[in-house]
């Protein structure tokens, strides 16, 4: 049985330094809480930075001088041993929203002064009493449709700020019985192997799942399963609105799908959670997200943050990097920014 209280304590730590502590306070907190080697990623057009003052000045100075009175709606907090270095490194997972005001430019994205609600997945390894590695993916997108702009067509699902779990209980911060924690990385893997062969069936591969979509999703999902997908694409409920809404047109219109597998992949209770960096690599071939396609291989950075009730997966809350992705095809959202009207 591993104790995973220890390494939640160093993150609960971390957290409340950090976002009480001043602007010129920062980079100070996060090296009190980091290790030399301190790494970190973030999505487009951050992407990797080595070192807290890096993290600082090219990240947090920049997003907090832009939206003020930030505060941290967490919703959902969980620890686990990494089950993609066979158990060797243990990471925890936060999940929600920073609440804020949006009051100066960010990224080229102009004001509103109004409120948001930035939804944010972060990731933490834990080495002794301090944090090794991070990843922080935000949904910028939803940051651009709550200022008032949209760069891109139409999403074909519904679009608002998505909840936290239905059952209020995601924030772990006691300790779980181990086998609950067990059952939920099974059930995740389970769906994963799932959807490989699936893919392998539309491939023409073999050992492909010979079942019908609906057949698939069955297996491990509840028929009222709810899916909270990125800005760009919509939150969707129920099996038969995810395969009309997401999976058909993602196995339709994105070919030649590769995982290229996890950073980290973890469970405990009734949460798991994993990220890639990145997870996939895809060829658009028209029609994805309302564009044209390119033929150019592109890779999908994503986070998967996972409820199980029983012995099936009931809410599932996706990040992607958008805009890393609509980048290699040669559309850069942030620029296109500058021609788009605010409605």
């Not at 005001?101 to 009493?129: C, Q, S």
């Not at 709810?226 to 999976?247: K, L, N, S, V």
């Amino acid at each position: 049985m591993t104790d995973f209280q220890p390494a939640k304590s160093v993150t609960r730590a971390y957290m409340a330094a950090f976002d009480a502590a001043p602007a010129s306070g920062r980079l100070a907190t996060l090296k009190a809480h980091t290790t030399p080697d301190y790494h970190w990623r973030g999505l487009h057009p951050f992407h990797e930075q080595p070192g807290a003052e890096a993290v600082i000045g090219k990240f947090w100075a920049p997003f907090l001088q832009a939206f003020s009175a930030l505060h941290r709606h967490e919703t959902v907090f969980f620890a686990g041993r990494n089950d993609c270095d066979g158990g060797a490194t243990i990471w925890t997972c936060s999940m929600g929203h920073f609440k804020a005001l949006f009051d100066a430019p960010w990224l080229g994205i102009a004001p509103n002064r109004k409120t948001v609600m930035i939804r944010y997945a972060e990731f933490h390894r834990i080495e002794g009493d301090k944090i090794a590695e991070t990843a922080l993916f935000i949904d910028i997108l939803s940051v651009i449709r709550q200022a008032g702009l949209w760069p891109l067509p139409p999403m074909t699902a519904a679009d608002f700020i998505d909840p936290g779990p239905l059952t209020n209980d995601g924030q772990l911060l006691n300790a779980h019985d181990p086998s609950e924690g067990a059952k939920t990385l099974a059930t995740i893997n389970d769906m994963a192997s799932n959807i490989a062969k699936a893919n392998a069936t539309l491939q023409g591969k073999p050992g492909g799942l010979g079942l019908s979509p609906r057949e698939e999703m069955q297996l491990t999902w509840h028929e009222d399963m709810a899916w909270y997908g990125p800005a760009g694409i919509g939150a969707i409920f129920t099996i038969d609105r995810y395969i009309e809404q997401h999976q058909q047109p993602f196995r339709r219109q994105l070919a030649n799908r590769v995982f290229n597998g996890h950073v980290a992949r973890m469970a405990e209770g009734n949460y798991g959670g994993f990220f890639g960096w990145p997870n996939l690599t895809v060829t658009p071939t028209g029609g994805y997200l309302g564009l044209p396609g390119t033929g150019k291989p592109a890779d999908m950075r994503v986070v998967d943050v996972y409820r199980r009730d029983g012995d099936k997966l009931a809410e599932n809350w996706v990040f992607i990097d958008m805009l890393h992705f609509l980048n290699q095809q040669g559309l850069d959202v942030l620029d296109r920014l500058k021609d788009v009207p605010r409605t």
